[in-house]
């Protein structure tokens, strides 16, 4: 059997899973999940959980201006890309990090060529290119940080973005080497663009996509008084 429990991961508050195994009604060993009994679980899962060294994590979704900038950057990408070998997806896509066993959804990704996928089943990609996340304030320092650290394991990921929503800031991340991905071992060039006139320019793809089409609709938080 399955119980809930709720814990704090850092930067937000999160939801588990632990496999229970009973033996009598006073004794119970608790262990915790596969990946298969996590894929399981989430086929017929209401809402999507990430998945690490054997915990499902409960993911909150995401403000009106967080879904319009995703969906915007995500349709921003793919009209440039149309017509050739790469695809986008939003965040309805499992991705799998092979090299840490890290479940995830990010806000946007897009593969180039044939997706490689887990098992060879059309739930789960490990090839991506580019992956992009819209920061709020509840996740911001997991996916500057340990989120980062597993993407960077991702031996075909070229770049990774960080999309701000309560301002004009959006930062690349451009992988510099092989793409071993090797215990992380590749360092990343840091680029940043905070102006509605500027623009992103994504390597990986040969495409540039300004942040006035990113953030379109979109309606800041009022400016703080100044002191």
């Not at 979704?61 to 319009?68: A, V």
Request: a negative charge; glycine letters at 8%; hydrophobic letters at 40%.
């Amino acid at each position: 059997m399955l119980f809930a429990r709720i814990r704090r991961r850092p930067g937000r508050l999160t939801q588990t899973y632990t496999a229970v195994h009973t033996s009598g009604m006073s004794t119970a060993e608790k262990r915790l999940l596969t990946a298969a009994e996590y894929l399981a679980i989430e086929s017929a899962a209401e809402i999507r959980h990430e998945f690490l060294d054997g915990e499902m994590f409960a993911m909150s979704g995401g403000s009106l201006w967080h879904n319009l900038i995703k969906d915007n950057f995500a349709r921003a990408v793919a009209n440039r890309l149309s017509g050739g070998t790469c695809r986008v997806v939003t965040s309805d896509q499992r991705l799998k990090v092979d090299a840490t066993g890290l479940y995830t959804y990010p806000d946007v990704l897009v593969f180039c060529g044939p997706p490689q996928m887990e098992d060879g089943v059309h739930h789960t990609l490990t090839n991506p290119v580019l992956v992009a996340e819209v920061l709020s304030d509840s996740t911001e320092k997991y996916d500057r940080g340990i989120k980062f650290g597993h993407y960077r394991r991702l031996e075909t990921l070229q770049e990774y973005l960080l999309i701000a929503q309560d301002r004009f800031s959006v930062e690349l991340f451009t992988r510099q080497g092989n793409g071993s991905g090797a215990a992380g071992s590749d360092s990343w060039l840091l680029s940043a663009a905070s102006e509605r006139e500027a623009e992103v320019r994504l390597a990986s793809l040969g495409i540039a996509v300004p942040l006035a089409e990113i953030y379109e609709g979109v309606e800041f938080p009022p400016a703080a008084p100044a002191r």
